[in-house]
């Protein structure tokens, strides 16, 4: 008999939720106080611990998003898979399920969506192991409005669950949607389960062309598929489907409307003043400003250290266009924020001018950032709090609260947590060229040398 296996599907973009968001850091990372700073990954994570065992839980991710996945998890580095280019979903669950045995089930889940009532979630699916055994299952969800951002499902609902599927539809305009609400359509939220022999059986018989390609290894032939999701690729062809419909709160937050709705629904909208003014939310980065409005109504306001966007509510799905705008123009705003996520930990740029830069370093416990040197700058580091290990050169020594060291230009040094609790450093950069390719690594731990 096989296992019970969960596949967390953890790409991206990080585009629908800019500033929020940026290309190296997407929207299943983020952690807002909202959410109890809690990540959607690590939610996702959560999820699959309430299903399996730690040892049958797997990730699909690319090489930028690697160490989030691993820094916001307990999974071991064979446990993250990698693609190495992004072929949607069809092509990222392959991948996923292609080293597992033939009878193991696989749970397919997102790694940005809000779920409620997450024991009933977890009842559900395992209610429903026996039924993946031998056909397709998608778990739906009861929709609460005719939203046109989500594709539907049309099905037979009669008899014992789970229930034949009629029909997927794609993403509908509003007329079409209210109908679908009226007779009983349910949300496709991109929740799937199945064995791995079905899955690749279902998928020789109905898309024969795709098949092919794989059928003597995904990995070696990955680059060669075409870019298909599982629902046009398989689900929409397959009559070997049938659907669990979920009646619980689900949420993609797909957009800072989504966002908006979910706040005041739950009373979590940032506390603002406002004089003469209205319907107005705002998201802040951080709780450090006092924001006030005067005689503006119907606005999403996001802040964040580097970049403000300010939407009219019910246009914030435009921010793509906005991102395309900024691309062309190369901004980095589009790839980082001020506070830089690295699989050591993270920086963030407190100030900079001519000649100078200063960061904040929060080195995770056990981890170290690369043997480097640069040839353009010096570097002062003050420690915070925790204990440092420096290497200058070739001599070693420990850093304590309150504690600093200089770094001359050209001289080859690391910085090592040796502790159990992060360790915080203020670096000053000083040097007439202060930009991160400035730097020629020796040996890393994380394979960028």
């Known amino acids: 008999m096989g296992n019970l296996k969960v596949l967390i599907l953890a790409g991206g973009s990080g585009t629908r939720l800019w500033p929020l968001s940026r290309k190296y850091y997407p929207k299943q990372f983020i952690k807002l ?15 699959a611990l309430n299903i399996t065992s730690k040892e049958n839980i797997f990730v699909i991710t690319n090489n930028d998003y690697k160490f989030h996945c691993l820094n916001q998890s307990s ?43 997450e024991n009933l979630f977890t009842k559900e699916v395992l209610e429903s192991v026996e039924d993946a ?19 539907y499902i049309s099905f037979e609902n009669k008899g014992k669950k789970p229930f034949k599927v009629n029909k997927f539809i794609e993403k509908p305009n509003l007329e079409n949607a209210k109908k679908y609400l009226e007779n009983g359509y349910f949300w496709n939220g991109g929740i799937f389960m199945f064995s791995k022999k079905v899955f690749f059986d279902e998928l020789k018989k109905h898309n024969k062309d795709y098949y092919e390609i794989i059928k003597n290894g995904v990995l070696k032939n990955f680059s060669k598929l075409p870019d298909l999701s599982i ?31 979910y706040f005041n629904e739950n009373n979590l909208s940032t506390q603002i003043t406002q004089i003469d003014a209205k319907n107005n939310n705002v998201i802040l ?42 691309k062309k123009e190369n901004k980095q705003e589009t790839n980082f924020g001020l506070t830089v996520y690295r699989p050591w930990g993270s920086y963030t740029i407190v100030d900079e001018g001519v000649g100078f830069k200063s960061k904040r370093l929060t080195v995770l416990p056990q981890k170290k950032l690369s043997s480097q040197m640069h040839h353009h700058r010096s570097e002062h580091w003050v420690v915070v709090s925790g204990t440092a290990k420096v290497t200058l050169n070739d001599k070693e020594f420990l850093l304590r609260k309150g504690e600093s ?12 947590n040796p502790g159990k609790v992060d360790l915080h450093i203020i670096e000053s950069q000083i040097g007439d060229y202060l930009e991160e390719d400035d730097i020629i690594r020796f040996d890393d731990d994380f394979g960028r040398v």
């Open 133 to 151: 055994k031998n056909s397709i299952l998608t778990f739906g969800l009861k929709p609460t409005s005719p939203h046109t951002g989500y594709g």
């Open 231 to 261: 629902d046009y690729g398989l689900l929409e062809k397959t009559d070997n489907i049938k659907i669990v419909p979920l009646n619980i709160y689900w949420n993609d937050l797909g957009s800072f409307d989504a966002f908006k709705d």
């Open 405 to 416: 060291t200089y770094i001359p230009i050209g001289t080859k040094h690391r910085l090592e």
């Open 285 to 326: 980065e951080n709780n450090s400003k006092e924001v006030a409005l005067i005689g503006v109504d119907d606005l999403i306001i996001v802040d964040t250290k580097d970049a403000l966007l300010i939407s009219k509510s019910g246009q914030t799905q435009k921010v793509k266009e906005v991102l395309e705008i900024l």
């Open 75 to 117: 999974l071991n580095e064979n446990q993250i898979i990698i693609e190495e280019t992004q072929k949607n979903t069809l092509g990222a669950i392959s991948l996923g399920i292609e080293s597992g045995s033939d009878d193991d089930i696989y749970l397919v889940l997102s790694s940005d969506h809000l779920i409620g009532e």
């Open 33 to 47: 106080k909202e959410f109890g700073n809690v990540s959607f990954f690590e939610m996702a994570y959560n999820r």
